[in-house]
């Protein structure tokens, strides 16, 4: 019988020395983590009554979505999923604003700093994924040293494990009551 693997420990396998020199980059998800991990989720996710959405902050929403999945992942598998949360979340940074004005028709007056700390809902984070699968991931992973890496990277295969990745990550989000939005892809066209 194969030994059990040890369970993840969300905070302790976090992978920070992929990130060396570059902390700007998951430093606030994980001091998120930590906190989530001594004191439960510390921020209040408030119901917005008329689109009874939670509006909870996007980098709060990455924390919380790290902490549940790594209840169901081996740490080699967690450390991929941190990194392409991590990926997501500098993307939403580079590209939120302006997707969030495109979307909602109207310029964002007076919107400044990471799109993640300051909006407090997930509805814009689906609008972004065609853009984050087909541009900024490779040209994110270019920029790190993955090796080792079993499921993200070049490739069709690793391709479609982040369209994967990215479609059970927003259809979270969707359940989780913090988007309407709901990603049903199509492989085909890879």
């Known amino acids: 019988m194969p030994a059990k693997k040890s369970p993840v420990d969300p905070v302790e396998d976090f992978p920070v020395d992929i990130f060396d020199g570059q902390e700007e980059d998951y430093a606030i998800v994980y ?7 001594k004191e439960g989720i510390a921020v209040p996710e408030v119901i917005d009554p008329k689109s009874q959405l939670k509006q909870t902050p996007i980098n709060w929403l990455f924390a919380i979505f790290l902490n549940e999945v790594s209840k169901h992942l081996t740490k080699e598998i967690y450390r991929e999923v941190a990194f392409f949360v991590l990926m997501y979340r500098r993307a939403l940074n580079k590209i939120g604003w302006e997707i969030k004005a495109k979307v909602s028709k109207k310029p964002i ?14 509805e814009f984070i689906t609008e972004i994924c065609n853009v984050f699968i087909g541009d900024l991931l490779p040209e994110f992973i270019r ?6 890496f079993k499921v993200l990277g070049f490739g069709t295969e690793r391709m ?4 994967h990745l990215t479609e059970h990550f927003c259809n979270w989000m969707n359940f989780q009551k913090y988007t309407y939005a709901k990603l049903v892809p199509n492989l085909e066209d890879i």
Do not use: M, V
């Open 31 to 37: 001091e998120h983590l930590k906190q989530i991990k």
């Open 160 to 163: 479609r494990n982040a369209i």
């Open 109 to 122: 007056a007076g919107e400044t700093g990471e799109f993640c700390e300051t909006s407090n809902n997930g």
């Open 143 to 148: 920029e790190y040293d993955t090796t080792g």
